[in-house]
């Protein structure tokens, strides 16, 4: 009797296991971002890039393709991210240039690493586009840790919506990181996010009487002061000051997981062009220690990769007033880094190197 009520408990819980597996995936993970109006319901902050992109993702996979001649998908940290005016800007610019159609999204978010770059080409799949993805030295510093654990304490919906695949958790394995539970099993996590987010919107319903409803601010954090002339870059922070130990450290980490953003990219018919992005003037003697290496490193890569290449680094006369830090643009520099940008894309679509 023991036996069969103990079986019996099993095939429950079983089939309960296949039933929340399968409800979590269809309804959480693709058709509650189908619907655009819950999007400002679902902002943790007013700069919370991660919501945007798991909406955004949707709005790709499920646009019309015909109604481009070639679409972008532009890869980056929060560099990447202040690097543009906006989405509308570059595909109107683009397309005045160009005289196609063309389609531009921005998937950027603050401590990016390339780790979530291959989450992001995993789920898109073959989109039908170019990817763009943004490079720089300060972005082959980051560490094993800040690869997966940083996005779960600080960006909850990066594993709400994007599982890291199999690929990247060997290498990150590889390279001293313990994986967990956690990284390969969204439900637990996705009942944690949801849960919080219910509360949030019922006790500011309580008190005000209507569902709190945040407006996305793209780049919120651009206009703020640039570094002074006279102020030492090594005072900035660890990544600003570009210290080689973290470089040295791992680069080689960094680098195998960009060689997986390419594969995946590859893998789904997507062309990719590398977009090397400007540094501080006032940094360079940090960025000197790095450059001999990096630039090396870089050349290998797009020759092995046979990849398309822009060195943004060198493509205008950058000045100490365009950053607000060692590689974060402001408005003098964004506009600039903008228009340069579309300008080359633009001569790319033309001259038939991007064909979608």
Known sequence: MKSKEL?????????????????????????????????????????????????????????????????????????????????????NKLSDLSGKTVGFSSLCSRFKTFSTEASILDELGDFGGTVLITIEALRFTRRVEEQLSYYYENFPVFFFYLTPNDRVIELLTEHGYRPKFRDRIRLFRT???????????????????????????????????????????????????????????????????????????????????????????????????????YDEMVHVLVKENNLLYIDMRHAAQWDAVDFRDAHHLRQPGYQKYSAILSEKLAELIRNFHVIR
């Open 191 to 293: 009942v944690e996010v949801m849960g919080d987010i219910v509360k949030r919107q019922m006790k500011h319903f309580l008190h005000t009487g209507n569902m709190k409803r945040l407006t996305y601010q793209h780049g919120s954090r651009r206009n703020r002061p640039p570094v002074p002339q006279d102020k030492e870059p090594g005072i900035i922070n660890r990544y600003e000051s570009m210290h080689f130990q973290d470089y040295a450290s791992y680069h080689q980490l960094n680098l195998e997981l960009l060689r997986e953003v390419i594969k995946r990219a590859h893998s789904n018919n997507c062309q990719i062009i590398l977009i090397d992005i400007p540094q501080n003037p006032l940094f360079s003697a940090q960025i000197a220690v790095l450059s001999p290496h």
């Open 7 to 91: 079986r019996l408990l099993l095939w429950i819980t079983m089939w309960l296991g296949v039933l929340l597996g399968s409800a979590e995936y269809i309804i959480l993970k693709g058709w509650i971002w189908k619907i655009a109006s819950l999007e400002p319901y679902m902002l943790r902050q007013v700069d919370d890039s991660w919501v945007r992109i798991a909406f955004e993702l949707q709005r790709i996979k499920n646009r019309n393709r015909k109604s481009t001649d070639c679409f972008f998908i532009y890869l980056g940290g929060s560099a990447g991210r202040d690097s543009i005016i906006s989405d509308n800007y570059m595909m």
